[in-house]
């Protein structure tokens, strides 16, 4: 299986800026799509931004200009620097990762068990 394991979430004023790591463990064969996804309370769960093996990167309309995502592929690793944040920011931010445990199987869908980022007005 394959295990996601979130950190860099927390409180930060608007205009402020935080960093999210995500790294992939397990019995990892590939990993070629790793995103990033939030839930605010009340609301349904949104891409934020994602990011194949090859580079390709999608972003949400409402962050763009703003977030970053980069991957360290060598270490199945996916980080999210968010700059100028906004209070709409707040919510739980959820690491994913499609991958596979071995060159025959299926690719899978993963998740983190979230970090949550505050941004105070």
């Known amino acids: 299986q394959v295990q996601l394991v979130e950190s860099g979430g927390g409180l930060v004023q608007a205009g402020g800026s935080l960093r999210l790591s995500c790294a992939a463990s397990?019995?990892?064969?590939?990993?070629?799509?790793m995103g990033w996804y939030r839930q605010a309370p009340g609301k349904q769960r949104e891409l934020v931004a994602t990011?194949?093996?090859?580079?390709?990167?999608n972003y949400a309309d409402s962050v763009k200009g703003r977030f970053t995502i980069s991957r360290d592929n060598a270490k199945n690793t996916v980080y999210l620097q968010m700059n100028s944040l906004k209070p709409e920011d707040t919510a739980v931010y959820y690491c994913?990762?499609?991958?596979?445990?071995?060159?025959?199987?299926?690719?899978?869908?993963?998740w983190g068990q979230g970090t949550q980022v505050t941004v105070s007005s």
């Open positions: 397990g019995s990892i064969f590939s990993i070629n799509y």
């Open positions: 990011s194949t093996r090859g580079g390709n990167i």
């Open positions: 994913n990762a499609v991958a596979k445990l071995s060159m025959i199987s299926v690719p899978n869908a993963y």
